[in-house]
Structure formats: C-alpha cells, structure tokens
C-alpha cells in the first residue's frame, strides 16, 4: 500500500507537515539544543569560579609585600624575645656577665651555684644561689645593673650580714637566688597526663 501525500487533501498535506516539523524540532531540542546548553551552562559556571579565582589570587598577590613585611617583623621580635628568654640555659655565658657586673659594682661572687631547673608549661625557671661580698652601696648597683640586662634574672631570698671586721671595700657578705628563664623547645606535658607504654611485658 502506498502512501503519498500528494493524495492527501491541502489541509492534511499542511497537518502532516506540521506534525513532522514539530517531530523534527522535538528530536532537535532533545539530542542537540538541550544538551548544548547544559555543557554551555557548566561552562559558565566553571568559567564563573576560575574568574573568582583570579581575582582572589590578585587579591593576595597585590598583599604579599605587606605579608612579606609582617613576617620580617614578627622574626625580628621573635628574635628579641629569644635574647630576653633563651631556647638554652649557658651557666657559663650567665656568670660570665654576672662576674663582669659584679667587678664593675665593685663586688666579689663568692660562690655560684645553679640549682635544678623548674619546668613550667612553656619555660623552665633556673634558680642561681649567689654569695657575694662588697659594700652595701655597691650590692644595690650590682643588682640596678642585673636589672638591666637583655635577659631576664628575679632575685628573691637576700640575706644580708654585716662584718664584724669590715675594710672600706668589704662591709658585708649576701646571699641571694637569681633565677632566670629558659625557653622550652616543646611545651611540658600537661600535669596527669600519662606517659605512653613502652611496650607489653610478658606473663
């Protein structure tokens, strides 16, 4: 059976004109518009987020001079703190300056004595028992220049004694503790906490 359009009538050939057109744009807008548009969409959207991007690199790169600024001056006061608390304990260095001050103030150390150090969360306090032997106005210049020094030294527990045969240089003796501090290179442990097993011992 053949089946021409030619012998349909004018208003059926326009009807299945307009049905196949119709099909036509359907399959169109299914295999290739839709699908166009969703790539282009994505496109976009990709585009939109790589343009954030950009703009949020330039962002840190136009800040960068002020971070590199930051950073050189957080190094340089990590760096004076470190002079103020050391990473290290030197008993030599610290008598060292301590013997310096002592014969510029006029004063004799005696004894020099570093006890054991205290642990505390982020230092470690380092008593120094000190005996020293001088003249009243020259142990309070001895320890107006400790105070001065770059490195933190408390003194605490003086014990001061007259001579009972004083000379114009030597009038008394003191004792004292000067303790300085010491920065840890990691935190102590917080206090309870347990310490973790070596090992299983066996039965």
Same mark, same amino acid.
């Given at each position: 059976m053949n089946i021409s359009l030619t012998r349909?009538?004018?208003w059926g050939q *326009?009807?299945? &004109?307009? !049905?196949l057109a119709v099909v036509g744009c359907g399959l169109f807008w299914w295999y290739i518009e839709s699908p166009a548009r969703a790539e282009m969409a994505s496109r976009e959207t990709q585009l939109t987020a790589l343009k954030a991007d950009i703009i949020k690199g330039q962002s840190t790169a136009r800040k960068l001079p002020e971070f590199r600024s930051q950073v050189a001056e957080l190094e340089t006061r990590l760096a004076s703190l470190k002079a103020v608390l050391p990473e290290e304990k030197d008993a030599a260095d610290l008598l060292n300056r301590m013997q310096t001050v002592a014969a510029q103030s006029n004063l004799t150390i005696k004894s020099f004595k570093p006890g054991a150090a205290v642990t505390k969360q982020l230092h470690a306090e380092w008593p120094i028992t000190l005996e020293l032997d001088g003249t009243y106005h020259n142990l309070a210049i001895f320890f107006d220049r400790v105070g001065k020094f770059t490195r933190i030294v408390n003194i605490n527990s003086l014990a001061v004694k007259g001579k009972e045969k004083p000379t114009p240089?030597?009038? *008394? +003796?003191?004792?004292? !503790?000067? +303790?300085? &501090?010491?920065?840890l290179d990691k935190p102590a442990a917080k206090a309870g906490a347990?310490?973790?097993a070596a090992g299983n011992k066996g039965a």
């Open positions: 349909l009538p004018w *326009i009807g299945a &004109f307009a !049905v240089t030597s009038t *008394i +003796t003191a004792s004292c !503790v000067a +303790t300085t &501090f010491v920065l347990k310490p973790a």
